[in-house]
Antibody
Framework: QLQLQESGPGLVRPSETLSLTCTVS??????????WSWIRQPPGKGLEWIGS???????YYSPSLKSRISISIDTSNNQFSLKLSSATAADTAVYYC?????????????WGQGTTVTVSS | DIQMTQSPSSLSASVGDRVTITCRAS??????VNWYQQKPGKAPKLLIY???SLQSGVPSRFSGSGSGTDFTLTISSLQPEDFATYYC?????????FGQGTKLEIK
């Protein structure tokens, strides 16, 4: 059974880079049927799509974050990662990784449990 | 960018009620809408994909309909475990926008 698990620092200083990794287990990240995605949720607010990456390395980013984000993939370790530069308090959120599956027209059917990131000095 | 607008933002209902949540896209998105359920402190769960297809394992009291710009999620008979927040999402284009959410509360 496919599982995703986010990891990374829970506290980031303002102006620094937020870095998170999602580890995929129970399946291969090299699947041609999936995009691997990041979504975030500020406290008490709704879901925001951040971006996605294909196993080949092709990326798709939210225009509102595009200048600050980078998503990469490490197929040898079955992981993909998010970097968000110049972090501010507005980036404080629960960050989720998820699989967007071709057979479901890229609906996100498997999610990590989420990791809380606080941007504060 | 395509905007997704849900209504209502919150809803109070009783066990056994039939409930409908609406999602409107700012432009036509064919049937590329998904619906998710989220409970406090948990990751979202996929309920419906491509407007009306029920995800495996999801109870049949959940159904979806619509195409173009207007979509609905219906719960035919509310159960206690259905009280949660529901989000629509479009997968027609990038960015994959979500609606703002509808919080379903117990009356």
């Amino acid at each position: 059974q496919l599982q995703l698990q986010e990891s990374g620092p829970g506290l980031v200083r303002p102006s620094e880079t937020l870095s998170l990794t999602c580890t995929v287990s129970g399946g291969s990240i090299r699947s041609s049927s999936c995009y691997w995605s990041w979504i975030r949720q500020p406290p008490g607010k709704g879901l925001e799509w951040i971006g996605s990456i294909y196993y080949s390395g092709s990326t798709y980013y939210s225009p509102s974050l595009k200048s600050r984000i980078s998503i990469s993939i490490d197929t040898s370790n079955n992981q993909f990662s998010l970097k968000l530069s110049s972090a501010t308090a507005a980036d404080t959120a629960v960050y989720y990784c998820a699989r967007a599956y071709y057979d479901l027209s890229y609906a996100m059917d498997v999610w990590g449990q989420g990791t809380t990131v606080t941007v504060s000095s | 960018d395509i905007q997704m607008t849900q209504s209502p933002s919150s809803l109070s209902a009783s066990v056994g009620d039939r409930v409908t949540i609406t999602c409107r896209a700012s432009q036509s998105i064919s049937s590329y809408v998904n619906w998710y359920q989220q409970k406090p402190g948990k990751a979202p769960k996929l309920l419906i994909y491509v407007a009306s297809s029920l995800q495996s394992g999801v109870p049949s009291r959940f159904s979806g309909s619509g195409s173009g710009t207007d979509f609905t999620l219906t719960i035919s008979s509310l159960q206690p475990e259905d009280f949660a927040t529901y989000y629509c999402q479009q997968t027609y284009s990038i960015p994959r926008a979500f609606g703002q959410g509808t919080k379903l509360e117990i009356k």
